[in-house]
Every structure is written in structure tokens, then in C-alpha cells.
């Protein structure tokens, strides 16, 4: 137990991170302030590990920058938004070192354990009829509120979006441990993944719940060659499936009824909001209407809002400028087969990656800098990209980083 503890100070830093990456989901809980403390902590690192432009992606990187602040300029959308959003792209994407690709390596798998823990506790939130959604002000409608559940958090949304991160880590670790004949490890994470799969149906988000699973299954055939523990793997599967479905049932249930209950209100659906992106790509197509402006003409205006997908907001927003410069980022976090398999951290941030650019198609949180999750998003997109550059990824104390360096310094 003790040199658990030791090795878990070691990770100390790590741990202080994760807790400013959630301070914005959990905001009746911590201060607002720690998530951008973690932006500042990031840039001390960046300019700590003498780090450097990285060759194509810094460009795309600036240039999108530029884009964004161009537009937000010549479109009157001047709001503290555009320079968030260019900030968190050049922490996220502009500079690279092996101290820093270290740092973030570290950084993203101790909050994959976040979002896990998030999946576990606001599925005890549930049981507790413990639901802080109800606690912010105009975001119910008296008997309707039972079908907004966000637990500990603030936002249904967000909270199926996390949990949806923590099932494809929690499948992660029970692959890991049945690999490697710990077969009670895997079983008892069996009921991590279950809590993590209802905490994200609750949230009433089937995107998160499909695209969830679908990045898991993807994650499971990497990490497994041999066709014998691909099917045993979803043998279990299956069997968890059966035994889950009248809950997850359950829950789909109460998602029509949101869906019902929100079109008694006149709210508008993912395809309304869809629709609304591309009137305001149409009206300025090659540079967009300007970063965190929504609408058009004399409706337009400039804050916060719901885009419903990450893509569309970018391309509404940047034009298509803007739009090719953020796909061919993302483009440069897809890594050769090969490479994938030859790790399997690697293959896990491949496949978190791989959810949040597919349910960035119904959540537009790639391009919303005052979410946690964008944030997020770009550091993983990096961080795959560093790969190709430091061809090895482990998860070590930075304290041992900083010797290696030493020692190659002193050999010239």
C-alpha cells in the first residue's frame, strides 16, 4: 500500500491537472478559474521543454488561428471568445518537445481515469436522486425534470459525453487485464463499464451511447490478434448486452420523451440547428460569419450557443477556409495501422479520438474553447501527431523525463 501511495505521488502534477480539466464540468463543486489556470499551467510547460514549431502541423495550426481572428474582425464578432479559441489551438497544437509530448501523454491517460470516475459516481448520483441540473436556474420545466439528469455535474450533455470517453477507457482496462490472465481484475471492471453505460444513456444522449460502443468494439479488435480473445471478448460482450438492455431500454424511453417534450416547446432538433449552421455558411461561404457568431442579418449575434456539430459550427464560422485548415489537423492525428498496434496506449487515444470526432457530429464541442472537451480534443489530436516524431509512448513521472534529457546532454 505504501509504495502504491508513492507511486501515486509521483503522478501528482497529473492529478492537480485533471482537477482544472474538470473543474468545468463540475462547477458547483470547483472554481470556474481552474480551467483556464490549466491553459496557463500548459503554456509554463510549453515554454519550460524548450519546445518548437512542429513542421506542417504549427502551420495549419497558425493559419487557422489567423482565420479565426480575421474573420471575427471583419464580421464585427469581437468577443474574448475568438482569442480563447485561439489560445487553446496554439497550447494544443503549435509547439512540441519530447518534454512537453510527455506532458500531455501524462496528462490525457490520468484524465481518462476522470472520465471513468465521472461514469461511476453520477451513476450513484442517479441511485441518490441526486441531480444538480435542477439547480440551475431556467434549465427545467417543473415535472419535466426528471429527464434532464446531469448528477454531480451541470449539463445532461456534457455529462453523456464524458461517461460516453470513460466506457472506452473502462473497456481498455478489461481487455488490458484479460490479455495478461488477470482474469477477477477484468470481471470486476465489468461493473465500471455497466455504470459508465447507463450514466451515458441517463444523460439522454443516444450519439454518445452508439458512438460510445462503437469506438470500444474498434479498440478491442486492435489490442487483440488472435481470433480465439476477439471471440471470448464478445462472447462477454454479448452476455453484458443481454443483461443490460432493459435498462438501457428504460433510458432510450425517457429520451423520447425529452425529445417529445422539447418539441412541445418549440425547442429546435439537431436537424433545425443543422439547418441554421448552413444558412450561415451559405450567407459567407469562403470565410465565414465569425467565431462564436450565430445567425443571420439583423437575428445574428454573438455569444454562446448551441451549434450542434463541431464541423458545421467551424465551417459556419471560419468558412471553408477555416474548415479544410481543422480537418487536415485532425487528419494528421490518424496514425498508420501499424503504429496502432504496435501500442496500445496508442490505440486507445486513437479510438477516444476516433469518439469525439464522431460525436462532435451531434455536440459541437471541438470548436467551443469554454468547453473542457475541446480542449481536450486538440491535446489528443497532438499528442497522436507527436507520435510519429517520438515513435514511443508511456506513461512516466516527468521527474524521470527531465534525467533522460540530462543524460543525453551530458553524452554530448
Known sequence: MIKFFKRLFQYKLEMALVIMLFSNLYTFWLPKPLYYLL???????????????????????????????????????????????????????????????????????????????????????????????????????????????????????????????????????????YNRGKFLYAVLVL???????????????????????????????????????????????????????????????????KQMAQESRGQISRAGLWSQRIEEFKSSPVWGIGYAKFGVGEYSYVGTGESGNGYLSMLAQTGIVGLVLGLSIIKRGVLPLKKIRGNDKVALFSCVALYMAMHTNFEGYIFQAGWYLCFFFWMIISTLDDYRRYNRMEVCPLARVRLRRRRRLSRK
Open 39 to 177: 491553459w496557463a499551467v500548459s503554456l509554463y510547460y510549453i515554454n519550460k521543454s524548450h519546445s518548437k514549431s512542429v513542421s506542417g502541423r504549427s502551420s495549419l495550426a497558425v493559419a487557422l488561428i489567423a482565420v479565426i481572428v480575421f474573420t471575427s474582425l471583419i464580421n464585427l464578432a469581437l468577443d474574448i471568445r475568438f482569442v480563447l479559441i485561439s489560445v487553446v489551438l496554439f497550447v494544443t497544437l503549435a509547439r512540441t518537445s519530447y518534454g512537453y509530448y510527455q506532458y500531455k501523454v501524462n496528462f490525457i491517460y490520468a484524465a481518462l481515469f476522470g472520465f471513468a470516475v465521472t461514469g461511476v459516481i453520477n451513476y450513484i448520483a442517479y441511485e441518490l436522486n441526486i441531480n444538480y441540473f435542477t439547480e440551475v436556474e431556467g434549465m427545467h420545466f417543473g415535472e419535466e425534470l426528471y429527464k434532464n439528469f446531469s448528477g454531480f455535474t451541470t449539463n445532461p450533455m456534457w455529462l453523456s459525453a464524458a461517461s460516453g470517453v470513460g466506457t472506452i477507457f473502462a473497456f481498455y482496462w478489461a481487455n488490458k487485464f
Open 191 to 257: 461493473p465500471v463499464i455497466y455504470m459508465c453505460i447507463l450514466t451515458t444513456t441517463r444523460g439522454a444522449s443516444r450519439s454518445a451511447l452508439g458512438v460510445s460502443l462503437f469506438a470500444s468494439l474498434v479498440l478491442l479488435l486492435l489490442n487483440n490478434k488472435k481470433p480465439a480473445k476477439i471471440i471470448g471478448i464478445a462472447t462477454v460482450v454479448c452476455v453484458g448486452s443481454f443483461f443490460l438492455m432493459p435498462k438501457i431500454e428504460a433510458n432510450s424511453q425517457r429520451i423520447r420523451e
